[in-house]
């Protein structure tokens, strides 16, 4: 029962962030442009790497969570209010990285910047996890900064494809 819930759980985050995150890149892009290749683009690199992040945030978030289970003594009730201002907030700041790299670097070497730049958010954001849950950072920045390269790599093919 409890799997089912967890897959359930999941689900429907991934469903709703699926929906919100890639409606506001396809809005913004056609808010931006008119041409349907561009936001063709944007729509499906948008997919893309939400689906796998969210299949990386799944999997490092319940690993957290079991590193953390295994650390801890004692165990307290999830908060669910304290959760979604958590990720809402952490979101925003992560967005925003990737953003202002974009934004600040040449355009000759936009891509690379970003990608050192994100690359460099998800190597602290798993040590910091895993100092956090006093687990093994190396295995901790490694899950994150493997899916992350993923997901970019992912985007940057779409987006030479198309």
Same mark, same amino acid.
């Given at each position: 029962?409890?799997?089912?819930?967890?897959?359930?759980?999941?689900?429907?985050?991934g469903a709703n962030d699926g929906i919100v995150s890639t409606a506001g890149v396809i809005l913004a892009v056609a808010a931006a442009t008119s041409s349907r290749t561009t936001i063709l683009t944007a729509s499906v690199a948008a997919l893309v790497a939400g689906a796998v992040s969210m299949a990386l945030g799944e999997y490092v978030s319940?690993?957290?969570?079991?590193?953390?289970?295994?650390?801890?003594?004692?165990?307290?009730?999830?908060?669910?209010?304290?959760?979604?201002?958590?990720?809402?907030?952490?979101?925003?700041?992560?967005?925003?990285?990737?953003?202002?790299?974009?934004?600040?670097?040449?355009?000759?070497? +936009?891509? #690379?910047? @970003?990608?050192? *730049?994100?690359?460099? $958010?998800?190597?602290?954001? &798993?040590?910091?996890? /895993? +100092?956090? #849950?006093? @687990?093994?950072? *190396?295995?901790?920045? $490694?899950?994150?900064?493997? &899916?992350?390269?993923? /997901?970019?790599?992912?985007?940057?093919?779409?987006?030479?494809?198309?």
């Amino acid at each position: 029962m409890l799997s089912k819930l967890n897959w359930l759980r999941a689900a429907v985050l991934g469903a709703n962030d699926g929906i919100v995150s890639t409606a506001g890149v396809i809005l913004a892009v056609a808010a931006a442009t008119s041409s349907r290749t561009t936001i063709l683009t944007a729509s499906v690199a948008a997919l893309v790497a939400g689906a796998v992040s969210m299949a990386l945030g799944e999997y490092v978030s319940v690993a957290a969570q079991r590193d953390a289970e295994q650390a801890a003594h004692d165990t307290e009730l999830v908060n669910p209010a304290q959760a979604a201002i958590s990720s809402a907030a952490s979101f925003t700041v992560g967005a925003a990285l990737p953003t202002i790299a974009v934004l600040l670097a040449p355009a000759t070497g +936009r891509i #690379t910047v @970003t990608y050192i *730049a994100v690359m460099l $958010a998800l190597a602290i954001t &798993g040590t910091l996890s /895993a +100092r956090w #849950t006093h @687990t093994n950072t *190396a295995r901790s920045v $490694a899950r994150i900064v493997i &899916g992350g390269a993923l /997901a970019l790599a992912a985007t940057i093919v779409i987006g030479s494809l198309i």
